[in-house]
């Protein structure tokens, strides 16, 4: 097997971003209204690990790097610049402000007279570890997905670490810091185990850590080694579980560090080789890899452990940016791995069963509503789209979880009939309850799909007749009503027609894609929000930096202008999305960004709750892509160049598709996609 793992970077998207100069493509017209940065860790992890660990120097949002708390604009940074304060269990991935943020339990290798921030050295990563240089020490992590493993080598006498147990979040000055509630520690009879209770966000962890030193508790809140010799190995486990330190304890490894990190790069390459491309564009393969591991970080398996719901079941948690990842990320995931599908239907289905609804997102926090106001009805979305794809599920159990979610009194008003607080969440529900009443149809239950057809007809009231985009007398989160106003939906001939028409519908696309305006210029100062406004102003896309209208580009399909669709295309993967740590064009909210330019680089985008893949304008020249079934989508791409992004015409298994778009059921059967690739598009 081909070593995939070689071909990513860990450290992709961590920084502030670095996108191609975009004059002369459509790009240039594009303005970003979200923080300049991917936000994402080099953390050592497994594929959906719940245990990382990685590099901690208190920075926003991951605890890496030297961040301040950013929104819009590129990152203010600390004064003292990039320095860590050790390494740290437990990471997001990609995301900003969720208003909690991990990073348990800080190890902290020292000297006695070692400063408190130290510059990083001889920096390097791959998947599954990660290794630094502090002052003369060698730092090197690994994890099991339950477990992680430190390994210190002290290149002089004196050496130790400190577990600060207390630790939880960021160090910032001006920050909200918030600290964990160390319940007790309890140190073993050999003093090489320590025993760990605590609280954080109103969950209760469990830590079981094993020293190949001595370890001793220091004032109830901190663990400290004794001394190391120069030159010694000191090595560190550190398991935690969300039931039971007996559970914790169990998850300690056995194996040896360099096993355990063998281990977790053949679980990578496993996963990463079940996509295989080739591309003449020389960056191509290092974006592609480094995404698809971006996009599998998350989310978290804990099965076993849920703090939820009782059972040794599945239980999947960091859905921390489920608004985000139910438009890609998990449609990539249903696609790719079986066992994580399965996992993720099983989790949401008990989330609904047990809740009666299911939340907008899910962390290791007791406050399920803390992103309530973000949209409705994803988690739905979620399960019609790995109905669809066919991951195992029980239809009939996923309808009643669908239903009594509709019917929660959490969307009592849209029940009603009462005006919202957005206009999108009444696109979320109305469109959720059409997908739902047309499965519930299929599913033999006319008579709930009698009840939300009705529901589903409300889309309506959501846009303005008169400008053909969502009316103006509500909020729009992280965008404007422009942002949101080229979903793809079920009746799209309506939606079109509201519009005006198709010429009509198309004008609206291209003032919002900047087709005939001046280029724009992003905003870089972290602390003036004004040009962030006004930008804002322009009801412009928001360029790949931000996942709000992601699905956007994709309205010209409806509208014949699929012209327009390879373009902005085209120009998002080349000059968006490009190498190094700033190669990710926004934050990836949990892997959401990198896994849009997996399918935009394969030529197919996913409509999330539907039977239905959309086709685009792919940027490698073959692929393939090993499905969770079993099956083999094979993609070419004919006369595939840089300058040839115009998509001429499709074909699945030797026959037309004059309409450019494929079942999803289809899809999933195997074979192979081809595309005839043009430098100019049809007259």
């Given amino acids: 097997m081909r070593d995939y793992c070689r071909r990513v970077d860990v450290f992709y998207g961590c920084d502030e971003i670095t996108p191609h100069d975009p004059a002369g493509t459509i790009a240039a017209k594009w303005f970003f209204l979200k923080a300049g940065c991917g936000n994402t860790s080099p953390a050592a992890t497994v594929p959906f690990g719940a245990v990382s660990v990685g590099p901690y120097s208190g920075g926003y949002p991951t605890g890496y790097l030297d961040h301040m708390p950013n929104s819009h604009s590129r990152p203010a940074r600390f004064a003292d610049g990039k320095k860590l304060l050790g390494f740290s269990h437990l990471h997001h991935s990609g995301v900003g402000a969720v208003g909690y943020y991990y990073n348990y339990f800080v190890v902290e290798p020292r000297y006695p007279s070692s400063p408190v921030r130290r510059a990083p050295q001889?920096?390097?990563?791959?998947?599954?570890?990660?290794?630094?240089?502090?002052?003369?020490?060698?730092?090197?992590?690994?994890?099991?997905?339950?477990?992680?493993?430190?390994?210190?080598?002290?290149?002089?006498?004196?050496?130790?670490?400190?577990?600060?147990?207390?630790?939880?979040?960021?160090?910032?000055?001006?920050?909200?810091?918030?600290?964990?509630?160390?319940?007790?520690?309890r140190i073993a009879e050999d003093a090489h185990t320590a025993l760990v209770t605590c609280e954080a966000e109103g969950v209760t962890l469990f830590f079981a850590l094993r020293c190949s030193r001595l370890m001793r508790a220091e004032s109830g809140v901190r663990l400290v080694s004794d001394f190391a010799k120069a030159g010694e190995t000191v090595t560190l486990a550190v398991a935690c579980s969300l039931r039971s330190l007996e559970n914790a304890v169990a998850q300690l490894p056995a194996a040896s560090f360099d096993a355990v990190r063998d281990a977790a790069d053949a679980r990578w390459n496993a996963l990463l080789s079940r996509i295989r491309i080739e591309s003449a564009l020389p960056e191509t393969e290092e974006i592609f890899y480094s995404a698809l591991y971006h996009s599998l970080v998350k989310p978290a398996d804990w099965s076993g452990e849920s703090f939820l719901y009782?059972?040794?079941?599945?239980?999947?948690?960091?859905?921390?940016?489920?608004?985000?990842?139910?438009?890609?990320?998990?449609?990539?995931?249903?696609?790719?791995?079986?066992?994580?599908?399965?996992?993720?239907?099983?989790?949401?289905?008990?989330?609904?069963?047990?809740?009666?609804?299911?939340?907008?997102?899910?962390?290791?926090?007791?406050?399920?509503?803390?992103?309530?106001?973000?949209?409705?009805?994803?988690?739905?979305?979620?399960?019609?789209?790995?109905?669809?794809?066919?991951?195992?599920?029980?239809?009939?159990?996923?309808?009643?979880?669908?239903?009594?979610?509709?019917?929660?009194?959490?969307?009592?008003?849209?029940?009603?009939?009462?005006?919202?607080?957005?206009?999108?969440?009444?696109?979320?529900?109305?469109?959720?309850?059409?997908?739902?009443?047309?499965?519930?149809?299929?599913l033999g239950d006319p008579a709930l799909a009698a009840r939300l057809r009705p529901l589903a007809a409300r889309w309506r009231t959501a846009f303005d007749p008169a400008t053909g985009l969502l009316r103006a007398d509500a909020a729009y989160y992280e965008g404007s009503l422009w942002n949101y106003s080229f979903r793809p939906m079920v009746e799209m001939q309506a939606r079109m027609a509201l519009a005006g028409g198709k010429d009509a519908f198309a004008a609206l696309l291209d003032r919002f894609f900047g087709y005939g305006a001046p280029d724009t210029v992003q905003p870089t100062d972290p602390f003036d929000y004004a040009p962030v406004q006004a930008g804002l102003q322009l009801g412009r896309f928001e360029g790949f930096n931000n996942e709000s209208d992601l699905e956007a580009p994709f309205a010209y399909h409806y509208a014949g202008r699929r012209d327009r669709l390879c373009e902005i295309l085209r120009a998002g993967m080349t000059r968006m999305f490009t190498t190094g740590r700033g190669g990710i064009p926004g934050n990836n909210d949990s892997g959401a960004l990198t896994s849009f330019y997996i399918f935009a680089a394969l030529g197919i985008f996913p409509v999330a709750g539907q039977d239905l893949f959309l086709l685009g304008a792919p940027l490698v020249d073959r692929a393939e892509f090993d499905l969770f079934n079993g099956n083999l989508l094979r993609i070419e791409a004919h006369g595939n160049a840089p300058a040839a992004m115009y998509v001429r015409a499709a074909r699945w298994n030797g026959k037309p598709l004059p309409d450019f778009q494929l079942p999803a059921r289809a899809l999933l059967q195997g074979g192979t996609l081809e595309f005839d690739m043009a430098e100019q598009p049809e007259p």
């Fill in 310 to 442: 009782p059972g040794e079941g599945p239980f999947l948690a960091d859905f921390i940016t489920l608004w985000d990842m139910y438009k890609t990320q998990l449609p990539l995931l249903f696609l790719l791995d079986r066992e994580i599908g399965e996992k993720t239907a099983e989790t949401l289905l008990r989330l609904g069963e047990t809740l009666g609804t299911i939340p907008n997102a899910l962390g290791l926090t007791a406050d399920l509503r803390n992103h309530a106001g973000q949209a409705r009805m994803l988690g739905d979305y979620a399960l019609l789209t790995a109905y669809h794809y066919g991951v195992r599920l029980d239809p009939q159990r996923m309808l009643r979880v669908i239903e009594r979610d509709i019917f929660s009194p959490e969307n009592a008003d849209f029940l009603a009939g009462q005006p919202l607080g957005s206009h999108t969440w009444t696109l979320d529900m109305a469109e959720g309850c059409a997908l739902t009443a047309a499965v519930a149809e299929t």
């Fill in 122 to 185: 001889d920096e390097t990563a791959a998947p599954g570890y990660y290794a630094v240089t502090l002052e003369d020490i060698r730092c090197e992590l690994t994890t099991t997905g339950r477990a992680a493993l430190h390994r210190y080598t002290f290149g002089r006498a004196g050496g130790c670490f400190y577990v600060h147990c207390l630790n939880n979040g960021l160090c910032i000055p001006g920050d909200t810091f918030k600290e964990c509630q160390v319940r007790s520690i």
